[in-house]
């Protein structure tokens, strides 16, 4: 599977690694669940990008599935984060951080931890990390949910929440989140947190596992 898969580190790193430009994410370690869905998404139409689309427009679910495990189970290390070239003022990451671990219960937006884990490195089977992401790739990321430019299964959860999100609080937790450090220990958690009572309502789709030709 490595060799071939040269197809998708020529862009996104030797092992998954992350490009050099920061505009191609890691895959390495990610939930083997979320790689998945993104390479359906690109297959099907749920997000564009035309070289990632002509990558996988042929390929089945289950080898879809295959690339997905061989990614996810590269734990290779992160790279300390690059600093901003404009640090943004403390009251900014203030309010990032605050919405990033508590979220604004006033504007129905609710804590990234409460979806992607406590730490921030996702949660299995299907919900990503954020940490090690550049700035204005994870702008990037929530500027396509607000334009329709990324979708997900329905009920498409992130589409929602972005929605609630102010140009200015978008801009505070990504400055944040990018700020940070990876943890020790990158691997996503067992399991996303319980729902409190206020996001009981919060549902988010996902696709089925492929059947495994037998």
């Not at 020529?10 to 083997?32: F, N």
């Not at 605050?98 to 804590?111: I, R, S």
Request: glycine content about 8%; charged content about 20%.
């Amino acid at each position: 599977m490595a060799q071939r898969t040269q197809a998708c580190t020529a862009c996104h790193g030797e092992q998954g690694r992350a490009g050099p430009d920061g505009y191609y994410p890691r895959l390495a370690g990610k939930p083997a669940g979320y790689l998945y869905h993104q390479l359906l998404h690109f297959r099907d139409g749920r997000r564009h990008y035309g070289l990632m689309t002509r990558m996988v427009d042929v390929l089945s679910d289950a080898y879809l599935m295959d690339i997905a495990r061989h990614f996810a189970a590269l734990q290779v290390p992160y790279p300390p984060p690059a600093p901003p070239a404009s640090p943004p003022p403390p009251a900014v990451l203030e309010r990032g951080r605050a919405l990033a671990l508590q979220g604004d219960a006033a504007q129905g937006v609710p804590a990234c931890v409460q979806c992607h884990g406590r730490t921030l490195t996702g949660a299995l089977p299907d919900v990503p990390g954020l940490l090690g992401l550049p700035a204005d790739y994870l702008s990037a990321q929530l500027g396509g949910w607000r334009t329709g430019q990324r979708r997900a299964h329905a009920p498409d959860c992130m589409a929602r929440i972005v929605q609630r999100l102010s140009d200015r609080d978008a801009h505070a937790v990504v400055s944040w989140l990018a700020s940070q450090p990876v943890p020790a220990d990158p691997r996503p958690a067992p399991a996303r947190p319980p729902l409190p009572a206020e996001w009981a309502d919060l549902r988010c789709g996902r696709a089925p596992e492929p059947e495994v030709a037998r």
